[in-house]
């Protein structure tokens, strides 16, 4: 019998039957920091931002995997992925996560996602309850994820991201100082965009 060295072909599922959040302000979180990240790094092609994509480190593992609320890779193109398999990818793992809680998620669960992030080399694991209006953050050194102590005014090594805390919660600032803002305040500020245009005597459609 003639033997073969090709590899079986390996389907990595693309969803975890999972939903992407499991309430509105969890979803508003994770739309909000994607979003918000994605507006930052728009001028660098080299820079992979998303939501919600399963990751598999370990190929050949597709029992080993966790699909990040929001993940940032840098070093890897924008583009669309089903998945993010890192042995496509030059062997590069996502630097930053994000995990927004949720009411759902158990303290054994969450205990879990740590382990997981830091056996594959995340950079930087923030995790916030919007509930509680509390953050936890970690940073890799020396080879672990350790406990940053103080998370006010915190800047993100990698993105460049400050975390402050208001009455309202957290609030996080972009590199040039401005606030993260959603997609109804982004819609508010292009309004009066548009309306101080008009008043200039500039059509705001053909610019």
């Known amino acids: 019998m003639q033997q073969t060295d090709e590899k079986p072909v390996i389907i990595y599922p693309s969803s975890d039957g999972k939903p992407m959040a499991d309430s509105t302000i969890q979803y508003d979180w994770i739309t909000k920091i994607k979003a918000n990240l994605d507006g930052i790094f728009k001028d660098d092609p080299n820079v992979f931002i998303t939501g919600d994509l399963i990751w598999y480190p370990v190929e050949e593992r597709k029992d080993i995997c966790q699909a990040p609320d929001v993940m940032v890779v840098f070093g890897r193109e924008k583009k669309e992925r089903k998945s993010y398999l890192p042995w496509n990818e030059d062997n590069i793992a996502p630097q930053v996560v994000f995990e927004i809680l949720s009411e759902t998620n158990t303290k054994k669960e969450m205990n879990k996602k740590l382990l997981f992030y830091n056996e594959y080399n995340v950079e930087e694991y923030y995790l916030y309850d919007p509930k509680k209006k509390n953050l936890d953050g970690w940073l890799r ?45 982004l819609e508010r500020k292009a309004v009066r965009l548009a309306a101080k245009l008009r008043e200039l005597g500039i059509d705001p459609e053909t610019i």
Do not use: C, H, T
Request: glycine residues 8%.
């Open 141 to 185: 050194n020396e080879g672990i994820l350790d406990v940053i102590e103080s998370m006010s005014a915190w800047v993100s090594p990698r993105l460049g991201v400050r975390f402050e805390f208001s009455d309202a919660g957290l609030e996080l600032y972009r590199p040039d100082g401005q606030k993260f803002i959603d997609f109804v305040e």
